[in-house]
């Protein structure tokens, strides 16, 4: 079964920076997609960043020009690279990879990682 591990959360003040990672292991469908989300308290979920297995990024109008998601040469490492935090960027954020096998996808996600920008 698929396995994501979460580092680099914290708490910072704001506008410094911080650096997310996501390490996958045991994907066996092909991936697809790599992301993360974050979920503030009292609100839904939503999407941060993604990145395609083919390099194509795609990001939250909020986050545009301060956050930057990345792979490893593997690709079965995501990162987010995320400066000029402020406090509406505090979140739990979690790592998700979504992957496919002919028609059947499957989705996993990280254990979550807290980041806590103080004003």
């Known amino acids: 079964q698929g396995q994501l591990v979460e580092s680099g959360g914290g708490l910072v003040q704001a506008g410094g920076s911080l650096r997310l990672s996501c390490a996958a292991s045991r994907i066996v469908y092909r991936i697809n997609a790599m992301s993360w989300y974050r979920q503030a308290p009292g609100k839904q979920r939503e999407l941060v960043a993604s990145i395609t297995s083919s390099g194509n990024t795609n990001y939250a109008d909020s986050v545009k020009g301060r956050f930057t998601i990345s792979t490893d040469n593997t690709k079965n490492t995501v990162n987010l690279q995320m400066n000029s935090l402020n406090p509406g960027d505090t979140a739990v954020y979690y790592c998700?990879?979504?992957?496919?096998?002919?028609?059947?996808?499957?989705?996993?996600w990280g254990q979550g990682t807290q980041v806590t920008v103080s004003s």
């Open positions: 998700h990879v979504g992957t496919r096998y002919f028609a059947t996808t499957r989705d996993y």
